[in-house]
């Protein structure tokens, strides 16, 4: 079979990339070894965590704040294996919504491993031993990532486990260690502790979130420890974890070099993730990746070092996130098109699901510090929102940064309730250069919480905010 394009890989940079591709008229196949489509995000990141994330929201709500709104239930509990099967629906429906668009774009779809015999030439290993021989103009490598290992410390899958495996547990745990203060360990660790798991956090670097804008850790991590009691051990270096019937002890090293240990159920290793290019046969073509992370080298059009073979997603450079994944999938299928399309990396946004949720997207004070940006910051507090008074979603707040001389609004930083949505217009504003004054200047509905971001900018413009 001859296509214009072969994607390799159905998550969200692969699915996406496939779609525009066929909407541009292109001869389009996609290969997924896996049965179902939508790789990490539908599968086993995004989709399910959030569905396990407003499980276990809901539940945390139930116990801890609907008698002060006046609600009062009795017998209150857990049912894991109705959560765990809801989750499982939820996934089942968004891959079964990719099976459906690849039918109506009319994409050739082949379950198995794809792999280079040349840059013109995929073969496709099925699991039944068979194996299929595909021709292309062009490829798109789209294989995402696997979570990182520690060499020094093995995943058993059963007590010791990865993102993957929290995604299936049959029991509401007592106590639960998760390395790694990262969106991941922190959005799992947040689902189990709302359930009434004891979590510990153990983070090597003294901040949790460390990439983001140093106020936001600092605020998660106080709200985190009040509301749901977790823990936080930072500067703590793992050094191992073994299993002895239902126990897992995790050693670590704390800054002072002294020797810690602590006892748990399960510990979640949430290090962070790793390129994935095994059984890919690179090196039929000439491509080698990157020593650390493992990433293949692209050029600014996305472009590896084979001309018509193409890198989207995790696989390559840049925030490990979906929607990330998403747009260069349309900037490579638009790119083969003919087309001039643009993504601007400083202007993606990052968010964590936590409650608070956090979210950012532009520079960080930090960053603008170093880059000697002359800039001027403005803050407004949940606790002054009346909608956030209304809901009782007081913790939090809104940061907006802008240049000094212009005005033009150069990061924004928020935690606080839905703050995942509210960042939308945060982007909308930057990727048209708008002022802190333009954001102060329209009109915001009331009372919303996004009135906190108008009320940020107004303080960034001027100190002119007007509920503090
Ligand atoms: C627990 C968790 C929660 C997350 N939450 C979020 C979130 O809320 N928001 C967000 O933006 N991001 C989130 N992420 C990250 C997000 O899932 C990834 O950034 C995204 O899935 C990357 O997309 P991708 O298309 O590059 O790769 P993937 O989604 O990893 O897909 C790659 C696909 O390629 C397939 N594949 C690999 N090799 C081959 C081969 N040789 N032949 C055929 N198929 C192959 C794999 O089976 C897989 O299906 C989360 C991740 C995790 C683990």
Same mark, same amino acid.
């Given at each position: 079979?001859?296509?214009?394009?072969?994607?390799?890989?159905?998550?969200?940079?692969?699915?996406?990339?496939?779609?525009?591709?066929?909407?541009?008229?292109?001869?389009?196949?996609?290969?997924?070894?896996?049965?179902?489509?939508?790789?990490?995000?539908?599968?086993?990141?995004?989709?399910?965590?959030?569905?396990?994330?407003?499980?276990?929201?809901?539940?945390?709500?139930?116990?801890?704040?609907?008698?002060?709104?006046?609600?009062?239930?009795?017998?209150?509990?857990?049912?894991?294996?109705?959560?765990?099967?809801?989750?499982?629906?939820?996934?089942?429906?968004?891959?079964?919504?990719?099976?459906?668009?690849?039918?109506?774009?009319?994409?050739?779809?082949?379950?198995?491993?794809?792999?280079?015999?040349?840059?013109?030439?995929?073969?496709?290993?099925?699991?039944?031993?068979?194996?299929?021989?595909?021709?292309?103009?062009?490829?798109?490598?789209?294989?995402?990532?696997?979570?990182?290992?520690?060499?020094?410390?093995?995943?058993?899958?059963?007590?010791?486990?990865?993102?993957?495996?929290?995604?299936?547990?049959?029991?509401?745990?007592?106590?639960?260690?998760?390395?790694?203060?990262?969106?991941?360990?922190?959005?799992?660790?947040?689902?189990?502790?709302?359930?009434?798991?004891?979590?510990?956090?153990?983070?090597?670097?003294?901040?949790?979130?460390?990439?983001?804008?140093?106020?936001?850790?600092?605020?998660?991590?106080?709200?985190?420890?009040?509301?749901?009691?977790?823990?936080?051990?930072?500067?703590?270096?793992?050094?191992?974890?073994?299993?002895?019937?239902?126990?897992?002890?995790?050693?670590?090293?704390?800054?002072?070099?002294?020797?810690?240990?602590? *006892?748990? #159920?399960?510990?979640?290793?949430?290090?962070?993730?790793?390129?994935?290019? =095994?059984? !890919? $046969?690179?090196?039929? @073509? /000439?491509?080698?990746?990157?020593?650390?992370?493992?990433?293949?080298?692209?050029?600014?059009?996305?472009?590896?070092?084979?001309?018509?073979?193409?890198?989207?997603?995790?696989?390559?450079?840049?925030?490990?996130?979906?929607?990330?994944?998403?747009?260069?999938?349309?900037?490579?299928?638009?790119?083969?098109?003919?087309?001039?399309?643009?993504?601007?990396?400083?202007?993606?946004?990052?968010?964590?699901?936590?409650?608070?949720?956090?979210?950012?997207?532009?520079?960080?004070?930090?960053?603008?510090?170093?880059?000697?940006?002359?800039?001027?910051?403005?803050?407004?507090?949940?606790?002054?929102?009346?909608?956030?008074?209304?809901?009782? *979603?007081? #913790?939090?707040?809104?940061?907006?940064?802008?240049?000094?001389?212009?005005? =033009?609004? !150069? $990061?924004?930083?928020? @935690? /606080?309730?839905?703050?995942?949505?509210?960042?939308?217009?945060?982007?909308?504003?930057?990727?048209?250069?708008?002022?802190?004054?333009?954001?102060?200047?329209?009109?915001?509905?009331?009372?919303?919480?996004?009135?906190?971001?108008?009320?940020?900018?107004?303080?960034?413009?001027?100190?002119?905010?007007?509920?503090?």
């Amino acid at each position: 079979m001859q296509y214009d394009v072969i994607v390799i890989g159905s998550g969200p940079g692969g699915y996406v990339a496939a779609i525009r591709c066929a909407q541009l008229g292109m001869k389009t196949a996609i290969i997924e070894k896996y049965s179902t489509f939508g790789g990490t995000c539908l599968n086993v990141g995004c989709i399910p965590s959030k569905a396990l994330l407003d499980s276990s929201e809901h539940f945390h709500n139930a116990a801890h704040s609907f008698t002060t709104h006046g609600i009062n239930l009795k017998d209150l509990k857990v049912d894991m294996k109705q959560m765990i099967a809801r989750k499982d629906d939820v996934v089942a429906q968004n891959t079964a919504g990719i099976t459906y668009l690849f039918k109506k774009n009319k994409i050739d779809t082949y379950e198995g491993v794809g792999s280079f015999v040349d840059k013109n030439t995929i073969k496709v290993q099925k699991s039944d031993g068979k194996a299929e021989t595909l021709t292309t103009k062009n490829v798109i490598i789209a294989t995402g990532s696997k979570p990182t290992a520690l060499p020094f410390l093995p995943v058993d899958k059963k007590r010791i486990i990865t993102s993957t495996e929290a995604l299936t547990l049959k029991e509401v745990p007592k106590k639960m260690i998760v390395i790694g203060g990262g969106v991941i360990g922190l959005e799992l660790g947040s689902v189990y502790a709302r359930l009434g798991t004891q979590v510990s956090i153990v983070e090597f670097m003294p901040s949790i979130i460390g990439t983001m804008d140093a106020g936001l850790g600092k605020e998660l991590q106080r709200v985190l420890k009040k509301s749901l009691g977790m823990e936080f051990f930072m500067g703590h270096k793992v050094t191992g974890a073994t299993t002895k019937g239902k126990v897992v002890t995790v050693t670590a090293e704390n800054a002072k070099g002294e020797a810690v240990q602590w *006892d748990a #159920d399960y510990c979640i290793v949430a290090v962070g993730r790793t390129a994935y290019t =095994e059984g !890919l $046969g690179l090196e039929n @073509i /000439g491509i080698t990746v990157e020593e650390r992370g493992r990433k293949i080298p692209v050029n600014e059009h996305l472009e590896t070092s084979v001309k018509g073979v193409y890198a989207i997603g995790d696989v390559i450079k840049g925030a490990m996130l979906a929607h990330k994944a998403e747009d260069e999938g349309i900037y490579v299928a638009e790119t083969l098109a003919g087309q001039k399309p643009h993504i601007n990396n400083n202007l993606i946004p990052g968010v964590v699901y936590t409650w608070p949720e956090v979210a950012s997207v532009g520079y960080t004070e930090e960053q603008l510090k170093e880059k000697g940006i002359a800039y001027k910051a403005g803050s407004f507090p949940f606790k002054a929102s009346g909608r956030a008074k209304a809901s009782m *979603d007081t #913790d939090g707040f809104v940061k907006v940064l802008a240049d000094k001389n212009t005005d =033009e609004i !150069l $990061g924004v930083h928020m @935690i /606080g309730p839905r703050a995942a949505d509210m960042i939308a217009e945060a982007v909308v504003a930057m990727e048209f250069r708008a002022s802190a004054e333009d954001i102060a200047r329209i009109c915001h509905a009331h009372p919303t919480f996004t009135e906190a971001l108008k009320e940020a900018a107004l303080a960034a413009t001027d100190n002119r905010a007007i509920h503090i």
